[in-house]
T-cell receptor
Framework: KQEVTQIPAALSVPEGENLVLNCSFT??????LQWFRQDPGKGLTSLLL?????REQTSGRLNASLDKSSGRSTLYIAASQPGDSATYLC??????????FGAGTRLFVKA | NAGVTQTPKFRVLKTGQSMTLLCAQD?????MYWYRQDPGMGLRLIHY???????AKGEVPDGYNVSRLKKQNFLLGLESAAPSQTSVYFC?????????????FGDGTRLSIL
């Protein structure tokens, strides 16, 4: 059974720091992996989607990598800003209509 | 530029009451989904639809019903609300199930059952 784990559950960093958020999974048979941002009281905003055949995707200050052999994905945020404070979720699409979400990492960037 | 719109945004119900949550998308997506999000847990799929007139059960379907009478709308119903259904409900849509197709989410409905 596929399980998705995001550690740590919460993270606090000073503004300007580069940081890495982790997502680990137990089964390498995935269709794609998506990183979302969730602001308090809001829905999920898609940040990056990595297809199974890809190793990484970049958008602005964000870079997401995928290593199926080790069951890991990372979301790298460069030069963090207070506006980056949010909960970050990873979600694995395992085929069919099955998408498994992690519980998220709550990020707080201090000014 | 609405995307996925959910109504209502908040609701408080008494145990045993019924209600319907509405999801509307303006992106002409074929696929629509209902999830629930509980503290400390990932989102879990309740029901989904692959097109107008079709619905299917997800991971946690008990106590819920859905309908997709129009392509742009996906309704989630609670026939007899229970405290265990207190949660935040999210609707999502996607164009297809292709590996490069992201899901787009609404802002959620916060539902409390007393």
């Amino acid at each position: 059974k596929q399980e998705v784990t995001q550690i740590p559950a919460a993270l606090s960093v000073p503004e300007g720091e580069n940081l890495v958020l982790n997502c680990s999974f137990t089964d390498s048979a995935i269709y794609n992996l998506q990183w979302f941002r969730q602001d308090p009281g809001k829905g999920l905003t898609s940040l990056l989607l990595i297809q199974s055949s890809q190793r990484e995707q970049t958008s602005g200050r964000l870079n997401a990598s995928l290593d199926k052999s080790s069951g890991r994905s990372t979301l790298y945020i460069a030069a963090s800003q207070p506006g980056d404070s949010a909960t970050y979720l990873c979600a694995l699409h395992t085929g069919g209509f099955k998408t498994i979400f992690g519980a998220g990492t709550r990020l707080f960037v201090k000014a | 530029n609405a995307g996925v719109t959910q109504t209502p945004k908040f609701r408080v119900l008494k145990t045993g009451q019924s209600m319907t949550l509405l999801c509307a998308q303006d992106m002409n997506h074929e696929y629509m989904y209902w999830y629930r999000q509980d503290p400390g847990m990932g989102l879990r799929l309740i029901h989904y639809s692959v097109g107008e007139g079709t619905t299917a059960k997800g991971e946690v379907p008990d106590g819920y019903n859905v309908s997709r009478l129009k392509k742009q709308n996906f309704l989630l119903g609670l026939e007899s609300a229970a405290p265990s259904q207190t949660s935040v409900y999210f609707c999502a849509s996607s164009e297809t199930q292709g590996s490069n197709q992201p899901q787009h989410f609404g802002d959620g409905t916060r539902l409390s059952i007393l």
